[in-house]
């Protein structure tokens, strides 16, 4: 196959000329090899390295820790290095570059980490998932220039099939069934019939159900990440890839309320919110903090949607909604199909949530309110006051009541602010002395 002569980046080169310097060899190999053939526009350069080292493995890591360090002097980076794995990842101001040592790899059990050993390149090529991505092309001088392809990967590009190198690729790493799912959709590809047949196997005999739910969560976000990731998790439910890894039974409208999010806007992190909502999550799954509050607000909205569909006041609204993340409330109010529980959610995150409070605690202890419990309920109750006098209480509750687009309703909230300030510490007062009475 041909392919655009390649114009390496600076960084490359030198590390090229480093690794030369060692008496390694270097290659270029997986995905920026198959981008370069597919003329595609490669994000990363994964490059393996060849120190020839295969006997005794701590001078490996020795050496190999040796060279990412003149690396990074070089180049201004920081590496981590896993030596277990014989990968490091290079992290320079603009980019990052991924490393490895050429090895193969031997799985103790299915669906776990594989054991590593440096071996040569032509073995690391078929210890790959798929043959358009087990080519090399090698950067040091010595190499001809030509491709380095035992597994035939240009013609199954050429063909345009997703093909596993050894029928146990499935088994040993179930990733690889949404890698395949995930590539056969961004390349337009098909996955070629034996593959499938293996891939097919795989699922049905539960092999998904053998990997961590990070592992799994991490397919899902480089799915996520993809112009097509509908299209990817579309096939991913029909091959029940998902079901036979969690048990989980996806609602039939799950698809199309991703497609609707999608086409309002929601960026991906919104996706894999709403996503995470219908997933069947255990403290087993690796999320962020944020990533948790989202789900479980999401997964209990309905009851919220009952208390929001009778509120009436703007405060009510407020307590309802006050401690829900935003990005629920955003997910929320794309996918609500009920304008008047869409428009109180809109008009909370725009109208409510950052009203600053007219009176504060400094205000009343200044008339002399003493600090404590009390002093909070009377702030909490007098913000409530304030979101009614001074938001536009028309929000539509019923049918009858009459709608003002937003920005009127917040030019009639700002212009009596300081008479409102006034009756609210009034109230104050009023409040304290009834308290002082009791
Ligand atoms: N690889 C593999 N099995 C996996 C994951 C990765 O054999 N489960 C190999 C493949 O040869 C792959 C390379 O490691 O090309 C790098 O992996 P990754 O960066 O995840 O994939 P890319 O092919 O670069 O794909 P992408 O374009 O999505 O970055």
Redesign the pocket.
């Known amino acids: 196959m041909d392919f655009k002569p390649l114009s390496l980046p600076p960084v490359i080169t030198g590390i090229v000329r480093i690794v030369q310097h060692h008496g390694g060899r270097i290659f270029l190999?997986?995905?920026?090899v198959?981008?370069l053939l597919l003329n595609r526009v490669?994000?990363?350069w994964?490059i393996a390295i060849d120190l020839g080292e295969y006997q005794t493995r701590a001078r490996l890591e020795d050496k190999l820790r040796h060279l990412l360090r003149q690396f990074c002097q070089k180049f201004n980076a920081r590496f981590v290095f896993h030596p277990h794995f014989l990968t490091a990842t290079l992290t320079l101001p603009e980019q990052q570059i991924?490393i490895c040592h050429t090895r193969e790899e031997t799985y103790p059990r299915p669906a776990l980490l594989p054991l590593v050993k440096p071996a040569p390149l032509e073995r690391d090529l078929f210890?790959?998932?798929?043959t358009m991505?087990?080519i090399a092309l090698e950067l040091t001088a010595r190499g001809t220039g030509a491709l380095i392809d035992p597994c035939n990967g240009q013609q199954d590009i050429k063909l345009r099939l997703v093909r596993i190198i050894h029928p146990q690729s499935f088994i040993d790493?179930p990733?690889?069934i949404f890698?395949a799912i995930?590539f056969a959709v961004r390349l337009d590809y098909e996955i070629e019939s034996g593959t499938l047949y293996l891939m097919r196997a795989a699922i049905k005999n539960g092999y998904p159900a053998l990997l961590t739910p990070e592992r799994i969560l991490y397919e899902i976000r480089?799915i996520l990440k993809e112009r097509t990731a509908l299209k990817m998790l579309e096939a991913l439910i029909k091959e029940k890839v998902l079901q036979s890894a969690w048990q989980w039974q996806p609602s039939p409208e799950i698809l199309s309320r991703l497609q609707l999010l999608q086409n309002q806007g929601a960026d991906l992190p919104d996706l894999f919110a709403y996503l995470l909502a219908s997933f069947p999550v255990t403290e087993k799954f690796s999320l962020t903090r944020e990533e948790r509050e989202t789900r479980q607000a999401l997964a209990n909205f309905n009851a919220v949607k009952r208390k929001l569909r009778l509120a009436k006041r703007p405060s009510t609204i407020y307590h309802l909604l006050k401690n829900l993340p935003d990005r629920a409330l955003r997910i929320a109010a794309l996918i609500e199909p009920d304008t008047a529980i869409r428009e109180k959610i809109t008009y909370y995150l725009a109208n409510l949530k950052n009203r600053p409070a007219l009176v504060t605690a400094s205000d009343l202890l200044r008339i002399g309110i003493k600090p404590g419990r009390k002093l909070g309920t009377i702030l909490q109750k007098l913000f409530a006051l304030q979101l009614d006098r001074t938001s536009y209480a028309g929000i539509r509750t019923t049918r009858k009541t009459k709608t003002r687009s937003v920005p009127e309703r917040t030019a009639a909230g700002s212009s009596n602010e300081d008479e409102i300030r006034k009756e609210l510490l009034g109230i104050a007062r009023r409040l304290t002395r009834q308290k002082e009475k009791n």
Do not use: E, L, Y
Request: aromatic share 4%; hydrophobic share 15%; charged share 50%.
């Open positions: 190999v997986g995905g920026p198959r981008d490669c994000p990363d994964d991924d210890r790959r998932d798929f991505n087990a790493d990733t690889r890698r995930r480089c």
